[in-house]
T-cell receptor, first 121, second 112 residues
Framework: EPEVTQTPSHQVTQMGQEVILRCVPISNHLYFYWYRQILGQKVEFLVSFYNNEISEKSEIFDDQFSVERPDGSNFTLKIRSTKLEDSAMYFC???????????????????FGEGSRLTVL | GQNIDQPTEMTATEGAIVQINCTYQTSGFNGLFWYQQHAGEAPTFLSYNVLDGLEEKGRFSSFLSRSKGYSYLLLKELQMKDSASYLCAVRDSGAGSYQLTFGKGTKLSVIP
């Protein structure tokens, strides 16, 4: 079964350092997402990406964050200067949405990767 | 904005039936998801309701009433492996949007 893969599974970094989290979405998916979950809290939307550009972003996704699809398969989240409060599990997700022959849009399932745990010291 | 409420914790007995409720107040609505999340793992998709009514999928069913801003997830024939957090999430309006707003999750403990 196809899956979303993420690396690294766990990264420890010093405050102020840059971090890049990598994701390989499912190959025929068109929409990509980053969500995060601070330990013990709810899953929060960060950003969505379609057609090589950001389509939506939340208030959390400030100038310290950026996303990129450098080579047509990887989808990366960069945090330029990490803060303590950036410590969280970061989930990549993807979906393939299309309109079927009946004209009805398929809602599809949002597939999540296993997550990258970021610890900022 | 979206506000989603669900109970923090529930306990049920193996083999029993449990209903996890979710209420939402939203400025836009394009469907409601239920996800299962085991500790330290990614959320996995359980169901998606966009129209009122009941969707059944094996031991899991999900119900939606848009007029009441209410959904529930029904789990039948509970198994120990069903112990997990169950996340209610609302899809923001917009045909191409899968910006989901999640509730805090309901931690279900299944006991023998």
């Amino acid at each position: 079964e196809p899956e979303v893969t993420q690396t690294p599974s766990h990264q420890v970094t010093q405050m102020g350092q840059e971090v890049i989290l990598r994701c390989v979405p499912i190959s025929n998916h068109l929409y990509f997402y980053w969500y995060r979950q601070i330990l013990g809290q709810k899953v929060e939307f960060l950003v969505s990406f379609y057609n090589n550009e950001i389509s939506e972003k939340s208030e959390i996704f400030d100038d310290q964050f950026s996303v990129e699809r450098p080579d047509g398969s990887n989808f990366t989240l960069k945090i330029r200067s990490t803060k303590l409060e950036d410590s969280a599990m970061y989930f990549c997700a993807s979906i393939r949405e299309f309109t079927g022959t009946s004209g009805r849009r398929s809602t599809g399932e949002l597939f999540f990767g296993e997550g990258s745990r970021l610890t900022v010291l | 904005g979206q506000n989603i409420d669900q109970p923090t914790e529930m306990t049920a007995t193996e083999g029993a039936i449990v209903q996890i409720n979710c209420t939402y107040q939203t400025s836009g609505f394009n469907g409601l998801f239920w996800y299962q999340q085991h500790a330290g793992e990614a959320p996995t998709f359980l169901s998606y309701n966009v129209l009122d009514g009941l969707e059944e999928k094996g031991r899991f069913s999900s119900f939606l009433s848009r007029s009441k801003g209410y959904s529930y997830l029904l789990l039948k024939e509970l198994q120990m492996k069903d112990s997990a957090s169950y996340l209610c999430a609302v899809r923001d309006s917009g045909a191409g949007s899968y910006q989901l707003t999640f509730g805090k999750g309901t931690k279900l403990s299944v006991i023998p």
